[in-house]
């Protein structure tokens, strides 16, 4: 199933053709009059030179006007292998379309309603017919039905014709035409964008990522490279400055040579306020007593930190290198940011 871009914005038509393989571009005088597009011309020009197929309309009340017009944009220096005329269907208009394509130029008959309009299309040989799917939608009709009816009668009568599945709303309509077996489709860039998204993807992907994160990222690279350390002998009011400062819920407590002394938490301060009131405020870091700290070597992998983390159950983890304090790895830094 071909995939075409349904737009007149140069930027979504820029970053829609990124992609690299989208097969062309619609557009319409109702898109281009939308994006205040009064230079028609040139803009058909620019557009021809950034898609690989370029569908534009040829309006007449003739057929012959019609070819006029087609004949008039191709003299712009359009290429004739990678432009589609596109042709609103009428009993002219199929005319039209008959003798564009005895001169082996390709047409669009579009704006059709009725499987009778995509037959005479078909029958005068059109290179794409163009069912409204959205619009038909909106006045109540079976458009869906009308778009399978195309595909089974070019099946059956062998006709060299692609049904086009237009005036998309929604990814479901995308659904519905892979499903119908429609040759090509034409979505806007809102759609096209969606049609790769899903929860379960998104949260799959960040596992994975998250994952080899974990797998392939040292200790040491993962920590925010704040390093909170207070000396012995200061006093507790200077902790809870450093912990509020540096937003950790620990620091480093080191000996005048920057050994480690121990870790001081606000698990230990609430403790403190609690057992023995304010007055502790004042009491020097170096006076009190400190259990061997949980910690980790800088040049281990996050992966062991996430294991230490789940068998401690703490938040913030002393990191090390050849003994002396490092920095702290908090359970947070784990996550990508």
């Known amino acids: 199933m071909e995939l075409y871009l349904d737009s007149a914005n140069l930027k979504e038509i820029e970053e829609g053709f990124k992609l690299g393989f989208l097969n062309g571009l619609t557009t319409t005088p109702t898109f281009m009059q939308r994006e205040g597009i009064t230079d028609i011309d040139g803009t058909i020009v620019k557009l021809s030179k950034m898609v690989p197929v370029l569908q534009i309309e040829a309006l007449g009340n003739t057929a012959e006007e019609i070819l006029k017009e087609a004949r008039r944009q191709l003299d712009l220096g359009l290429d004739p292998k990678r432009t589609v005329f596109k042709i609103p269907v009428s009993l002219e ?18 704006l059709v309603y009725t499987l009778q309009q995509a037959y005479m299309a078909m029958h005068a040989g059109a290179s794409y017919v163009c069912p409204l799917v959205g619009r038909l939608q909106d006045q109540g009709h079976d458009a869906l039905a009308l778009v399978e009816q195309c595909v089974n009668a070019v099946y059956q009568y062998g006709y060299d014709t692609k049904i086009m599945f237009s005036s998309v709303r929604n990814v479901e309509h995308v659904r519905n035409a892979i499903n119908i077996g429609v040759h090509t489709i034409t979505v806007p860039l809102k759609i096209l964008k969606a049609l790769t998204e899903n929860n379960f993807t998104t949260l799959g992907t960040e596992q994975f990522i998250s994952d080899t994160r974990l797998m392939t990222v040292r200790v040491k690279d993962a920590i925010n490279g704040t390093n909170p350390i207070v000396p012995a002998d200061a006093n507790l009011k200077d902790a809870i400055v450093k912990m509020t400062s540096y937003g950790f819920g620990a620091i480093t407590v080191t000996n005048g040579d920057g050994s480690l002394k121990g870790v001081f938490t606000d698990g230990d301060l609430r403790r403190l306020l ?25 040049n281990m992998l996050l992966n062991d930190a996430a294991v230490l983390f789940k068998k401690t159950n703490v938040d913030t983890i002393l990191v090390t290198d050849n003994g002396r304090p490092f920095g702290m790895l908090d359970i947070q830094d784990l996550k990508e940011d």
């Open 274 to 298: 609690q057992n023995e009131g304010e007055h502790i405020l004042d009491k020097k870091l170096g006076d009190m007593e400190y259990k061997t700290p949980i910690s980790i070597d800088a």
């Open 93 to 110: 208009g199929v005319r039209a379309c008959h003798l564009l394509r005895n001169e082996g130029l390709l047409v669009n008959i579009h």
